[in-house]
Nanobody
């Protein structure tokens, strides 16, 4: 079992930056692919970014390419989402997730393939 705890959300003006962190429990974290998703009221959970267990491959949804960067530190059991040039449309609850297919070399973008989820952190971007 893996427990995920997100932090780093908050209120920021358009054009600003935030860095989200997702701390994971358990020694198996370093073998799992990780993803970030976001959700607004009345909408389905949306893929934002994902990274393989080694950090060697990443993927982003088109709307955040060039602005967001996903990274991980396996020694600290933590995955990050650096968000720059934030826009009001980035406002959402952001969730991190872990895919327990050990040492999967494929970047996973579908939420249905993730097994563990954090509780979410609110990001609000004001115009």
């Amino acid at each position: 079992q893996v427990q995920l705890v997100e932090s780093g959300g908050g209120l920021v003006q358009a054009g600003g930056s935030l860095r989200l962190s997702c701390a994971a429990s358990g020694r198996t974290f370093r073998s799992y692919g990780m993803g970030w998703f976001r959700q607004t009221p009345g909408k389905e959970r949306e893929f934002v970014a994902a990274i393989t267990w080694s950090g060697g491959s990443t993927s982003y949804t088109d709307s955040v390419k060039g602005r967001f960067t996903i990274s991980r530190d396996n020694a600290k059991n933590t995955v990050y989402l650096q968000m720059n040039s934030l826009k009001p449309e980035d406002t959402a609850v952001y969730y991190c997730a872990a895919d327990r297919k050990i040492y999967n070399i494929r970047v996973v973008t579908s939420p249905s393939e993730y097994d563990y989820w954090g509780q979410g952190t609110q990001v609000t971007v004001s115009s």
